[in-house]
């Protein structure tokens, strides 16, 4: 019972002694007048109190049940199993194999390395990413002599490639497109200033890249929903791809290649994949 319940029945309990205590210097015309109105009197305070003290319990029960659920300590992330990798910088779990769902057969994909892609000089966390390769294709011969940034490129040109992107909260296809057309635009200055990207070899990739900015929708995704990038195999037939999953694909040598290597140039896109990368090709490779 609530205290305003309480309250109620301390008022009738009240009326009722002072009733009964002038009910016999009464006429029995008066009684029964005083009893009607006493008896309006109690139906009309019981059902204020009842319609109070329903309203009063709910919303007490609606504010504990927010400051519960807000105060509420996060879940702890799952353990990982031996087929899995967890990036932890933000518990993101990346399966150590690949097997990507796709009306032409694709190999087996085997994680490399996975980091936090990381904006602003607060150090906003945006995405995880894990970096795949086909490390099974006979093809493939790594230099056992290189360097481990020699070793990753080596697989980046010769090998097919995958980056998977995982965002850690709420974003855009638009947004993450947006970053990948800078990286692009980067890696074509790069390029040039190297002497590796000649003005016809430039003209050729301007096709290629607004194909690949035009399949990104302006459209929602959602935290923790893969984003899957692939970079086909080369091949002496035709164009290596460039396939985000769900949503297009254009051919180009350049743009395949380029796209995979800008997570590792430098310090990387992603600095902690990168180091996470060298860390296992060191070890494996």
Request: hydrophobic share 40%; aromatic share 8%; charged share 20%.
């Amino acid at each position: 019972m609530s205290w305003f319940q309480a309250r109620l029945a301390r008022s009738f309990v009240q009326g009722c002694r002072a009733f009964s205590s002038s009910a016999l210097s009464r006429s029995p015309t008066e009684a029964n007048v005083l009893a009607k109105t006493l008896v309006s009197r109690r139906r009309a305070f019981t059902s204020s109190a009842v319609f109070w003290g329903t309203a009063f319990a709910l919303a007490t029960g609606l504010t504990i049940s927010t400051v519960h659920l807000d105060a509420e300590a996060p879940a702890s992330p799952a353990e990982p199993e031996d087929d899995t990798r967890v990036d932890p910088a933000t518990s993101i779990v990346f399966p150590t194999t690949l097997k990507i769902q796709s009306k032409t057969p694709l190999p087996t994909f085997t994680l490399i390395g996975v980091g936090v892609r990381t904006v602003s000089f607060l150090g906003i966390k945006v995405y995880s990413v894990g970096f795949y390769a086909d490390l099974s294709d006979p093809k493939l011969a790594i230099p056992k002599d290189a360097t481990p940034e020699e070793k990753i490129e080596h697989i980046v040109k010769n090998s097919a490639c995958v980056l998977r992107i995982v965002p850690t909260r709420n974003t855009s296809y638009g947004h993450l497109r947006d970053g990948f057309m800078r990286a692009l635009q980067a890696r074509q200055v790069l390029s040039k200033q190297r002497g590796e990207l000649s003005p016809e070899e430039e003209l050729a990739i301007q096709s290629p890249l607004r194909k690949f900015k035009s399949m990104f929708p302006n459209t929602p995704l959602t935290k923790h929903t893969p984003l899957d990038i692939l970079a086909t195999a080369p091949s002496p037939k035709q164009p290596r791809t460039l396939i985000v999953r769900d949503l297009g694909s254009v051919q180009s040598d350049w743009l395949a290649r380029e796209f995979v290597l800008a997570y590792f140039e430098g310090k990387g896109l992603s600095p902690p994949l990168k180091q996470s990368a060298i860390k296992y090709v060191e070890t494996h490779l």
